[in-house]
């Protein structure tokens, strides 16, 4: 049976986790053949060659993650909003949310990336974890009737 409220909680709790550098608790949110990628929308932001990864596997997946959470500053905090389910596919459960991520400039909260985050959390029938998370940020904007689906 669909726990909602544990997908829910499993990708809130990835991002804190991300965001306070909990090294130790990784492992036990991902699953041991993890795809994680990231991308800016139009592939060329400034920014582009710290953000883009395409790592698969829960050791590769860490260790890029860490290297690009250490090269971050502190606080950096990591918003997941409008999450729902898409579809569910026997133990797969296709998610997609919007992630929104501050940090502090000058003493104050400023915004610094958002996006769209498409993310597979499987059931492995004791624990929900997360197989895929794939992390469009927003970088370009365009008329809607304009946008590529």
Same mark, same amino acid.
């Given at each position: 049976?669909?726990?909602?409220?544990? &997908?829910?909680?499993?990708?809130? +709790?990835?991002?804190?986790?991300?965001?306070?550098? !909990?090294?130790?608790?990784?492992?036990?949110?991902? =699953?041991?053949?993890?795809?994680?990628?990231?991308?800016? *929308?139009?592939?060329?932001?400034?920014?582009?060659?710290?953000?883009?990864?395409? %790592?698969?596997?829960?050791? !590769? &997946?860490?260790?890029? !993650?860490?290297?690009?959470?250490?090269?971050?500053?502190?606080?950096?905090?990591?918003?997941?909003? %409008?999450?729902?389910?898409? +579809?569910?596919?026997?133990?797969?459960?296709?998610? &997609?949310?919007?992630?929104?991520?501050? %940090?502090?400039? *000058?003493?104050? $909260?400023?915004?610094?990336?958002?996006?769209?985050? +498409?993310? $597979?959390?499987?059931?492995?029938?004791?624990?929900?974890?997360?197989?895929?998370?794939? =992390?469009?940020?927003?970088?370009?904007? &365009?008329?809607?009737?304009?946008?590529?689906?």
């Amino acid at each position: 049976m669909l726990d909602r409220l544990a &997908v829910h909680e499993l990708i809130h +709790r990835w991002w804190f986790a991300f965001d306070e550098g !909990q090294f130790d608790v990784w492992p036990e949110l991902l =699953t041991e053949d993890v795809h994680i990628t990231s991308r800016s *929308d139009t592939g060329t932001s400034p920014y582009e060659e710290f953000i883009a990864s395409d %790592n698969r596997g829960r050791e !590769q &997946v860490i260790a890029w !993650q860490r290297q690009h959470r250490e090269a971050a500053g502190y606080p950096l905090r990591h918003n997941a909003s %409008n999450i729902h389910i898409e +579809r569910v596919d026997g133990d797969d459960i296709s998610v &997609v949310s919007y992630m929104h991520a501050t %940090n502090i400039t *000058d003493g104050q $909260v400023t915004p610094i990336a958002s996006g769209v985050v +498409r993310c $597979v959390v499987r059931s492995d029938g004791a624990a929900y974890r997360l197989a895929e998370l794939h =992390t469009v940020l927003d970088t370009h904007a &365009v008329a809607f009737t304009e946008r590529q689906a």
